[in-house]
């Protein structure tokens, strides 16, 4: 698609994690098509302008799951904004990556919380700030849903690795029988001992 429409649904899938302006959005694109990541697949005359459309690469698909699969700065975690953008497109990952960062933004939360209750603002003080108290508390509770809501999708990523774990071995156990299936049946033949099939 090209710029214009790329915008578009971006906005329309990340509106609630990322803005995304022209002004980043097409030194972008000029960055991925020199990296071989994209590459213009045609051009579409409209009105006063042409419009480059863009598709993605090999390299591009390789670039995708490398950015959402390495660690990445620390910044991926602690920021709330780029986990979420991280996470927006967590369908495309395996389920041991998904696990791997919910683990560690919850790890940092929990220190986080730790640390919060820990301070000086967290309501044990006589004479308090009562608007900083309150924010405080407000920052707590969030936290504290946080924690618990990543708590809950830990657990279903952690039953879905198991479930996809079972899945390859009852793969693998299927692929084995078969392989001694055939090696029997080549042995028994060689052996005179093959019951010759019915016609």
């Not at 640390?115 to 900083?132: F, L, P």
């Amino acid at each position: 698609m090209h710029g214009y429409e790329l915008r578009k649904r971006l906005s329309g899938a990340l509106g609630h994690f990322w803005s995304i302006s022209f002004g980043s959005l097409y030194p972008t694109l000029k960055r991925l098509e020199a990296a071989k990541a994209i590459e213009k697949a045609y051009t579409v005359k409209e009105k006063a302008r042409s419009r480059n459309v863009y598709r993605i690469t090999d390299a591009g698909e390789d670039l995708f799951a490398k950015l959402l699969t390495e660690p990445g700065p620390a910044s991926d975690i602690t920021d709330p904004d780029r986990f979420n953008l991280r996470m927006a497109f967590f369908r495309y990952m395996e389920p041991e990556s998904r696990l791997w960062l919910l683990e560690r933004r919850r790890a940092f939360l929990q220190d986080r919380l730790e640390e919060m209750n820990r301070s000086s603002w967290s309501g044990r003080e006589k004479e308090a700030d009562k608007y900083r108290l309150g924010l405080t508390r407000h920052r707590i509770e969030q936290t504290e849903s946080d924690i618990a809501w990543l708590s809950e999708m830990i657990e279903n990523e952690r039953e879905q690795v198991v479930s996809e774990a079972g899945k390859k071995t009852a793969t693998r156990k299927r692929k084995r029988r078969k392989e001694e299936g055939a090696i029997n049946l080549v042995v028994e033949e060689a052996e005179g001992r093959a019951v010759p099939s019915k016609a």
